[in-house]
């Protein structure tokens, strides 16, 4: 089993950054692929980033490429977003999620079988 918490949402002016972390506990967490995911009010949750538990490979949503970077330190069992040139439109509940997947899709929400319980992140215009 993990649990998972995040910390690092907050608000922000538009242009600006911030660095989500997320902090998991339990055995399983070196094993498990890790993602994040936000949703928006009125809108379904939908992936942003994810990261194999080797961190050899990451995976981004096309519209945070460029911006936003997942990283992980198992021996810290850590987990961080960091995001640049944040927009409005990246305003929502991001949450921090792990997938026993391990070769398989870890873009799909239905991958992932642990949640963290978010954390805010506003941008203003």
């Known amino acids: 089993q993990v649990q998972l918490v995040e910390s690092g949402g907050g608000l922000v002016q538009a242009g600006g950054s911030l660095r989500l972390s997320c902090a998991a506990s339990g055995r399983a967490f070196s094993r498990s692929a890790m993602g994040w995911f936000r949703q928006a009010p009125g809108k379904e949750r939908e992936f942003v980033a994810a990261i194999r538990w080797s961190s050899s490979t990451t995976y981004y949503a096309d519209f945070v490429k460029g911006r936003f970077t997942i990283s992980r330190d198992n021996a810290k069992n850590m987990v961080w977003l960091q995001m640049n040139n944040l927009k409005p439109e990246d305003t929502a509940v991001y949450y921090c999620?792990?997938?026993?997947?391990?070769?398989?899709?870890?873009?799909?929400?239905?991958?992932?079988?642990?949640w963290g319980q978010g954390t805010q992140v506003t941008v203003s215009s």
């Open positions: 999620a792990a997938s026993p997947v391990v070769s398989g899709s870890i873009q799909l929400r239905a991958a992932y079988n642990y």
